[in-house]
């Protein structure tokens, strides 16, 4: 992977660290070794914690070890990182036995995004850790106040909303379920600033979250221009990295309307939303591509045409971007603009 330049000295004092120091941490777990799981994992060595992992599938289980050690070994070519992946990789144990998962702080769920199984998973976890672990489940769209259903200690369960891959990207949800107490989504905020996020706290439980249920609107406004001959599917790629893609890294949609001016996005939300897509079955072009058997770049096939060699490209500009786009990203923190030294620093 390609190395980019380092940091300069003043950029650490702008935002949280990006650079990760070798210390001692508490114990924490993760449940489930697969992308998902392994760059969790990745995030959570990095942070300094001594690290448990279960993985009930015996091929994952078998490369779970290699997949992150090559994370590792990525966060230290791009500079992240001053201990060593191979010394790093010392404090991971990864078992099929839920077990070792006694000693931990907090222990992360991350298997597959359905109910049944992430309950009986969470139902595995509570049998073993003490009643003041911590519970966090990484999915992406489901209840957390389902995920408490038939739980021992409901109140310590949690949402995780995590960005792929996990430990370079600063975003995080935290979400409280009907049953989570406020002690314990604090515990949460706090871990998760130490893990090098910049954490957004749900009081209340939503399908969707904050980031899915936004960008499923769009997503859906997408396929309609598609599904509907208004334009090509490269053509919404091109305008939505030249707009979006523009400003989404400096600023949230409000802020954004405070910087650009609040009455004009009044004026157009009169018009325009009435005229919006409402659908509620899958588009028409995503049933197709899913038809097709298409999985993206993982089976090189996907809404565009891809070369074996093409794909993994694509996979290795992911993570390259991944992280500049962090480094850019602590250079313009949430407050960055309340604090006239940090904004000077920032533009340096």
Not at 85 to 91: A, H, N
Not at 124 to 144: C, D, F, H, M, Q
């Amino acid at each position: 992977m390609k190395k980019f330049p380092s940091r300069r000295k003043s950029d650490s004092r702008v935002a949280g660290p990006l650079r990760h120091e070798a210390h001692t941490g508490g114990v924490a777990g993760v449940v489930g070794m697969g992308l998902m799981g392994t760059s969790i994992s990745a995030c959570l060595l990095l942070a300094g914690h001594r690290l448990y992992c279960v993985e009930s599938d015996p091929a994952k289980l078998r490369t779970a070890s290699k997949r992150l050690l090559k994370l590792l070994k990525d966060a230290q070519v791009q500079g992240v990182v001053n201990a060593s992946p191979s010394t790093l990789i010392k404090r991971v144990t990864i078992s099929s036995e839920f077990v070792g998962l006694k000693a931990a702080e907090i222990v992360i769920e991350s298997t597959v995004e359905d109910l049944p199984i992430k309950r009986q998973v969470i139902g595995e976890i509570e049998r073993v850790v003490s009643s003041n672990t911590l519970i966090g489940s990484n999915t992406s769209a489901i209840p957390v106040t389902d995920l408490q259903k038939n739980s021992k200690h409901p109140e310590r369960i949690i949402g995780l909303h995590w960005a792929e891959p996990a430990h370079i990207t600063r975003f995080m949800e935290i979400i409280c379920g009907k049953e989570t107490s406020l002690a314990n989504a604090r515990r949460a905020v706090r871990f998760a600033r130490r893990w090098g996020k910049e954490p957004s706290l749900l009081r209340r439980d939503i399908r969707g979250f904050i980031t899915n249920r936004i960008m499923y609107a769009m997503l859906r406004e997408a396929f309609y221009l598609v599904d509907s001959g208004f334009a090509s599917v490269a053509d919404i790629d091109r305008s939505m990295r030249n707009d979006l893609g523009y400003w989404i890294t400096f600023a949230g949609p409000f802020r954004f309307m405070d910087v650009t001016g609040i009455p004009a996005y009044a004026a157009v939300m009169k018009d325009l939303l009435p005229d919006l897509s409402c659908a509620t079955e899958v588009p028409r072009l995503m049933q197709k591509v899913v038809r097709s058997g298409a999985r993206g770049i993982s089976n090189a096939k996907g809404f565009y045409r891809y070369t074996p060699t093409q794909a993994k490209r694509w996979e290795e500009l992911f993570m390259e971007f991944s992280y500049q786009i962090r480094e850019l990203a602590e250079k313009y923190p949430e407050d960055v603009g309340d604090r006239r030294s940090s904004t000077r620093k920032a533009n340096k």
